[in-house]
């Protein structure tokens, strides 16, 4: 099982712990045995490189991650993610990212951090589920 996480709050929002997220679904896999999802609600981390507790949390103006590629690492703000997305203005409100420490590896359902990817070298894959609200299991 994952590591346990606390709740904890900001002054700018409310940091939810990923463990007692009612839309979220974590496991652990070994490496070895993993098959990426191209599901965009599905998410996969190598678990060496993530930091507990995990939270989530509103995106907000400002915050910067490193979308996953192919290519040369870049640093992008998650508002330039949204736009490039045209992601309306109304549903915006709604993204929520996956913090590890103060780092997002998440923004769910749109892209993940390059720097918590799985590779080559990963031993234990986090795979997170996220379930949208109008979505039942």
Not at 28 to 38: F, G
Not at 41 to 55: G, H, I, K, N, Q
Request: proline share 7%; aromatic share 10%; glycine share 2%.
């Amino acid at each position: 099982s994952l590591p346990s996480v606390t709740s904890k709050s900001t002054a700018s929002s409310l940091l939810v712990p990923v463990a007692s997220h009612p839309q979220i679904r974590s496991t652990m896999y070994d490496a070895s045995s993993y098959n990426v999802s191209s599901d965009p609600y599905t998410a996969a981390f190598d678990l060496a490189s993530l930091t507990f507790p995990l939270y989530i949390r509103p995106w907000r103006e400002g915050d910067p991650f490193y979308p996953l590629t192919r290519k040369t690492r870049y640093r992008k703000k998650v508002s330039d993610l949204l736009i490039d997305a045209k992601v309306p203005r109304h549903k915006k409100e709604a993204v929520h990212v996956l913090v590890s420490g103060e780092t997002i590896v998440w923004v769910i359902g749109h892209q993940l951090d390059d720097r918590f990817k799985v590779t080559s070298d990963t031993t234990k894959v986090c795979e997170f589920i996220f379930v949208p609200k109008d979505v039942s299991l």
